[in-house]
């Protein structure tokens, strides 16, 4: 395995990089996206789609604007990626279908979920920048727990183009997790990876790595309702799961990751991704290679290695609230101090949002995973999880989880469960700059053979939240 590992200065200069392309972004927001006025009879009226001094030379994909008159014999073909119904909104890097339904690398979420970034234009590119970013101070009570002030979060860029007769689409998103050193952050009953590459982490959640995702996308189209698409990733993300927790509405305003991270959406971060896929309408099929260990314990760095575990995915959006998805993949030895263990995990989900009155949002995510590991037993996890936005400023969220665990102690498998709940207040700054306060605490169902190592523990954190988009 070949290893780049651009460290101390060169990282750090990266993540400031990301955020530098973020933040001028929102001096170049589109308003409106409303769609075109319908022309007049003589000459079209200018476009109300974006600003008159954007470039109009190019026609980017999902953004219609009028266009003066053209002979029969000089119109040009249709925008790549035009869907019926949809020139006066963005459209996906990977299909004919609105951006708001992209989450984590290829994955799904319902397409009334909101589409939160700044967007803007830049010479032929339609960009979109995210940031959020948490200051989190975090108490776990009884024996096994502990306590830690920390920051996490993510710093996320993409970008679109038309390409020949399809889409071109880059990705890159940067995360402060490093920061916080090896040992992760207090988490009870959370179990999965090493950020030392000595000892497991149990009852603590594993710092990401600085890289949290470079890819590369092109699509193209079969029709005004099909597509396939490639996208590459290094690192990347599989055709496997749910959108990762910190992506999903229902849960990225919670800085606290679920217990069951390692049965659902773990590889989110994967050092070597390679997905085909095929859209038609609300259907996909997607099928990936991938390298399938867990990132190893330098978090700054970009790894290598052989293409050796595969994922298989079908997702199904029947209606623009609910995202349905299930999935299957093999994976050669994911633990880095287990490397003789492979695992084939599968999934399934249901993502549910819903808008109402002015601006409100209700998301909910219900989601199931099972690993059959070889050797050793099959382990299931599966969680409820739900966020209520009324307004610009509130946020209230909460999640139910329930896993199987045989890392914890207290014998062969254990069964717990765990209930957060919490909610966030937001003042806005800036047009697209929000601060937050916010909270949360946690109950747990611990079983009897555990109480002697755990107690009967609570646990809470408090966060300052600044959120791009």
Not at 138 to 152: E, I, L, S, T, W
Not at 203 to 223: G, K, W
């Amino acid at each position: 395995m070949t290893t780049l590992r651009p460290r101390g200065p060169l990282a750090s200069a990266a993540f400031a990089a990301s955020l530098s392309l973020a933040l001028p972004a929102a001096a170049q927001d589109m308003p409106g996206m409303a769609p075109p006025a319908k022309p007049a009879a003589t000459k079209p009226p200018p476009s109300t789609d974006m600003p008159m001094d954007m470039p109009m030379d190019h026609d980017m994909p999902g953004m219609g604007h009028a266009a003066a008159p053209q002979t029969e014999a000089s119109k040009p073909a249709p925008a790549p990626m035009a869907m019926p119904g949809m020139s006066h909104g963005m459209t996906s890097a990977i299909g004919a279908y609105p951006m708001s339904r992209d989450g984590s690398g290829t994955s799904w979420e319902p397409d009334a979920s909101p589409h939160e970034g700044v967007h803007a234009m830049a010479g032929g590119w339609m960009t979109m920048s995210h940031a959020l970013i948490n200051l989190v101070y975090d108490k776990q009570d009884g024996p096994r727990g502990g306590d830690k002030a920390y920051v996490a979060g993510m710093i996320m860029t993409m970008a679109q183009r038309p390409l020949g007769d399809g889409v071109l689409g880059l990705k890159a998103m940067l995360s402060p997790d490093p920061v916080m050193g090896k040992s992760g952050y207090p988490l009870l009953l959370a179990s999965g990876e090493t950020a030392d590459g000595r000892t497991a982490l149990i009852d603590r959640q594993h710092p990401h790595d600085l890289f949290m995702e470079l890819s590369a996308s092109y699509s193209r189209p079969i029709d005004a309702k099909s597509s396939f698409y490639v996208y590459a990733g290094l690192p990347g993300e599989p055709a496997f799961g749910p959108p990762a927790f910190m992506h999903r509405t229902s849960t990225l305003d919670s800085p606290e990751a679920p217990i069951g991270h390692h049965w659902l959406d773990s590889t989110h971060i994967t050092y070597g991704v390679l997905t085909g896929g095929y859209v038609r309408g609300d259907w996909k099929v997607e099928a990936s290679v991938f390298r399938g260990r867990e990132p190893d314990q330098h978090r700054w760095d970009i790894e290598t290695g052989a293409l050796d575990s595969q994922a298989a995915r079908l997702s199904w959006n029947p209606t623009p609230n609910l995202a349905l998805q299930a999935s299957w993949a093999w994976i050669k030895s994911p633990e880095q101090l287990e490397p003789g263990i492979d695992e084939q995990r599968f999934s399934a989900s249901a993502l549910y949002t819903l808008t109402f009155g002015e601006g409100g949002v209700w998301a909910t995510t219900l989601a199931a995973g099972r690993k059959d590991r070889t050797p050793g037993p099959a382990l299931w996890a599966g969680l409820a999880e739900t966020a209520v936005m009324p307004d610009d400023h509130w946020t209230l969220f909460a999640r139910a989880e329930r896993v199987e665990q045989d890392e914890l102690g207290g014998g062969p498998i254990s069964t717990v469960g765990k209930l957060s709940a919490g909610m966030i207040y937001d003042v806005r700054i800036a047009p697209h700059l929000k601060v937050g306060l916010g909270g949360l605490v946690s109950g747990f169902d611990i079983p009897v053979p555990l109480k002697a190592i755990y107690g009967d523990p609570q646990a809470g954190m408090v966060f300052l939240r600044f959120k791009l988009g």
